[in-house]
């Protein structure tokens, strides 16, 4: 939903910013495996929601810090898609 991935407030500079929606818990477990680099949100269910990533490389790409939404899109902090 582009209306989701340009709301500025959605995708915070820092994660520790981002305000999960009710029902939605960080996954402890992640955050503390990689040192914060990479953290995850999961609903009641188990599906991940939302992912940080302090940066990494992927698909060859070099990224810097980025979200990434419940499909896997990534988004880059305070909004847009970051393709």
């Known amino acids: 939903d582009d209306?989701?991935?340009n709301n500025t407030d959605e995708w915070p500079e820092n994660p520790d910013n981002w305000i999960?929606?009710?029902?939605?818990?960080?996954?402890?477990?992640?955050?503390e495996k990689t040192g914060d680099r990479h953290r995850q949100w999961k609903d009641e269910e188990g599906n991940i929601v939302r992912r940080w990533d302090a940066g990494g490389r992927e698909a060859g790409k070099e990224r810097g810090?980025?979200?990434h939404d419940s499909k896997g899109n990534h988004v880059k902090p305070?909004?847009?898609?970051d393709k």
């Not at 029902?23 to 992640?30: A, D, S, W």
């Not at 305070?78 to 898609?81: D, F, I, W």
């Open 3 to 5: 209306n989701l991935t």
């Open 65 to 67: 810090p980025h979200w």
């Open 20 to 31: 999960p929606p009710q029902g939605v818990k960080e996954e402890e477990k992640t955050r």
């Open 78 to 81: 305070g909004g847009g898609l």
